[in-house]
């Protein structure tokens, strides 16, 4: 064989492997990009709509539409995340007429999720939210007949839901028995105050309306306690709610409650909430006391137990969450293609409604200073 004949074959072969690697890179790269989810966003009122839009930077999701009629805030989101016009439509049924997502995501006042689940649920497309549910039993309750009617999933998304503490948490008092039957549970949740942290002038305005929050603290951070108490209940709700509020910033919230106290009153077991917009720092924790020992899901990672007998704490760090339970945008993925079924999940419908009629009764508990029973 001539050196010319070589080094011409030769040459084909790289280019026949550089072709085949380059069509394995494709492949790969088409299979990414089918594998992420095609989600619409309903409202930019949220301030959580910044961890869609950051995990949309990451190229973890694909964002086919963004509904919003808030020009201001349209110009805000296109300047700071490169967003084009072709993204943004006025509303939801605009949107959906034009463009064919996975899911809704709803980053918008909790008065309106009752309307995404409208637009949505007919077209069969399911819906996630953000917490809680509803603002109010009547409309969690059109929620539930429309997913029903249509077959479509909607989920609530809570931050604390992808925490590992909590999930090794429940593992150890459900599965492992670690610390006997549940007797009390005490879940404290907040911050400073909304407008002490800074959040957007948008989201403070519908957060601090009785009407489109529903209330103050008590719903804002109310939601998470009543939630995981749910969870640890298996789904079912308590016996009777009683609720003291406070205003202790009338000059700043003037129409809502910045501090609520719930308490929950199971067969066996009491479940306090703590919920506050004045918290001297931000809390997410909850404690559990079993009859044979106690549980804290200190933070998103750090667990405090102590069991019957031993003298000391034990503090350690929780195992990382299995990938489609560490993320919404992961569960909700999972959801879809059937890989999870929420059953009594912590972002799933049958706790979610529980968790709206626990915030009711709250409220009227709170305004008439009598116990509400759950019917």
Known sequence: MSHKTYFSTRSLSFRFLF???????????????????????AGLNHDHIF?????????????????EPNAELIERFKKRYKLSDSLFFPDLKTLLAKRKPDAVLAYNAISDHLAVVEAAAPLGISVMVEK???????????????A??????????????????????FLNIKEQNR???IRKMIV?????GPKEIGVSKEFLTWLTDPEKNGAGALVDFGCYGANLMTWLMNGKAPISVSAITHQIKPEIYPKVDDDATILLEYPDATGIIEASWNWPFSIKDMEVFGKTGYIQAVNDNSLRVKENGKSEYKIYKAQPLAPKYSSSLAYLSAVLKNEIQPLNDLSSLQNNLVV?????AAKLSAKTGKKVLIK
């Open 19 to 41: 072709l085949i690697l380059f069509s394995s890179l494709l492949a790969v790269s088409k299979s990414d990009a089918q594998s992420k989810l095609n989600v619409a966003i």
């Open 51 to 67: 961890l869609i839009m950051n995990s949309y930077q990451k190229g973890e999701v694909n964002i086919i539409g963004i509904a």
């Open 132 to 146: 809680p549910l509803a603002v109010s039993v009547k409309q969690a309750e059109r929620m539930v007949e429309l």
């Open 148 to 169: 029903t009617r249509y077959k479509i999933h909607l989920l609530t998304n809570y931050e604390t839901t992808w925490y590992p503490s909590n999930q090794e948490a």
């Open 179 to 181: 610390i006997g039957d």
């Open 188 to 192: 404290h949740d907040g911050h400073q």
């Open 356 to 360: 709206v009629k626990i915030l009711e």
